[in-house]
């Protein structure tokens, strides 16, 4: 019997959808509608209109939610959709929702919201601790999704109080059915927080509304499945790989990986923010700049309001969005939550709107050192920007705004003083415990050296003032 013959560039594409479900951890869903969602206020928008014409469930999970005009526009619409008798279950991180106010909380659950926190902190699980919920996920009646970057908080809506433009971030709306497997992870999610799984009436089966294909990458701790698909992404890009990251410092493979693609002549960009809310990782960042740049990578700075963007766009086929970005803590340790897409309309409209964001932007490139000619020659190229960066979103700053700010920075100071305190003793404490339970013959001794020279200490400086007084 005669086996069809399956054309060779049948076979690769075959190849390839199969490397990228093993490293994604599932199979593409085809027939999606999928819209490319811009910034914080057409987001919100489209996830609060969601939310009004929920029938059955909402689930509505993310790293922060903050008690602010934001969040407070939320509540409302939540609280709203509870009184018309429709299932909403909220999930926030315990950490990062700290600053948001309890009375939030108590005021959702009272009016008929399940709301749960993921991993609440506990200093006898420090390593548990660090693991995260990220995700940011608002899914409707098993149909229709909303996933991206987007935390809930005046930030990505535009601060009132300083009539300022919205974080640059992106989302897409997803409908059809791929929508049931990202409300799955959803409520593993839920029942990890301590939660009781929900008594959901089964969703009607999604039809097929549109030709994406979507892959859902959940991303588990320890699992490496954005891992493993960057890494797919990177190695096999021929034409073009723009990277938007807001917290960008890549892990050895991936940073290799980019390296190699640019050699190979892949058009290979990555925008990341000038300013940052972490100026630390900022720096990491930097520390990267001349060896991709002496490679042909092409980077770019924003200056505009802060980038929170998580996305990659390659070739004119695949592109990925929400919320992990390429460093080792959303690789390695947090729950995520992301999406790749095959289409052919959607990697376009992202590349457009990459475009647009180069132009709020600064170029960073390599420039030969000024000085003294044999000097210059030995010292490697500076990294400078080509130009000044632009003033988008800037204004005078009025005095109500300038004491706003001060207050929120004294008090963001003064959290991050009593965040680092309590660090310090927590992991001193244990250290101590620790060395203690190991070996406590040593830390006797230690601890009695300790004791004499402080005894010592006090004696001399009782003998200093009693001398002193006689004089």
Not at 338 to 356: G, H, N, Y
Not at 437 to 445: D, E, F, G, Q, T
């Amino acid at each position: 019997m005669k086996h069809a013959v399956v054309p060779a560039g049948e076979q690769r594409r075959t190849r390839v959808h199969r490397a990228l479900d093993r490293a994604c951890g599932g199979r593409a869903i085809p027939g999606n509608r999928v819209t490319y969602l811009t910034d914080g206020p057409e987001t919100f928008d489209t996830m609060l209109g969601l939310i009004d014409a929920a029938a059955q469930w909402i689930h509505f999970e993310n790293y922060i939610i903050r008690s602010d005009a934001t969040g407070e526009r939320f509540a409302e619409h939540l609280a709203s959709a509870a009184g018309r008798g429709v299932q909403v279950h909220v999930l926030y991180d315990h950490l990062g929702s700290r600053g948001t106010k309890r009375s939030y909380w108590k005021r959702l659950t009272k009016a008929g919201v399940y709301v749960r926190a993921f991993n609440r902190l506990n200093p006898f699980r420090p390593l548990r601790s660090v693991r995260r919920n990220h995700r940011k996920y608002v899914g409707i009646d098993g149909g229709r999704a909303v996933v991206g970057g987007l935390c809930i908080g005046d930030e990505w809506s535009g601060p009132p109080y300083v009539q300022s433009p919205p974080w640059r971030d992106t989302a897409v709306l997803l409908v059809g059915p791929t929508v049931p497997l990202l409300d799955a992870t959803f409520l593993r999610n839920w029942e990890e927080s301590g939660a009781s799984p929900p008594n959901l009436e089964p969703p009607e089966v999604p039809g097929a509304p549109g030709s994406a294909a979507v892959r859902v990458i959940d991303g588990i701790p320890g699992r490496l499945r954005l891992f493993r698909a960057i890494q797919f992404l990177v190695a096999s890009a021929a034409d073009r790989l723009w990277i938007t990251d807001a917290y960008l410092v890549a892990p050895s493979p991936i940073y290799a990986g980019l390296i190699a693609a640019a050699r190979d002549g892949v058009d290979v960009r990555l925008l990341v923010p000038g300013r940052t809310d972490i100026p630390a990782v900022r720096a990491l960042t930097r520390v990267g700049y001349r060896e991709l740049l002496e490679a042909g990578v092409r980077i770019w700075e924003w200056h505009g309001p802060m980038l929170h963007a998580k996305t990659v766009i390659a070739d004119e086929l695949w592109f990925k969005v929400g919320s992990s970005n390429l460093n080792p803590s959303s690789l390695l340790s947090n729950h995520e939550l992301d999406v790749l897409i095959e289409d052919t309309v959607l990697p376009t409209s992202a590349a457009q709107q990459f475009r647009r964001d180069l132009n709020d932007s600064v170029e960073i490139v390599l420039r030969g050192r000024r000085g003294p000619e044999r000097l210059a020659a030995r010292l490697p190229p500076a990294v400078v920007p080509v130009a000044v960066p632009p003033a988008r979103g800037r204004r005078p700053t009025t005095r109500r705004e300038l004491q706003h700010r001060a207050v929120m920075t004294l008090s963001q100071v003064a959290r991050g003083a009593r965040r680092s305190i309590a660090g310090a003793l927590l992991f001193v404490s244990l250290g101590a415990g620790v060395l203690f339970v190991a070996l406590p013959r040593m830390m006797a001794y230690a601890l009695a050296a300790a004791s004499f020279g402080l005894a010592a200490l006090a004696a001399w400086e009782f003998l200093r003032r009693r001398a002193y007084r006689e004089e």
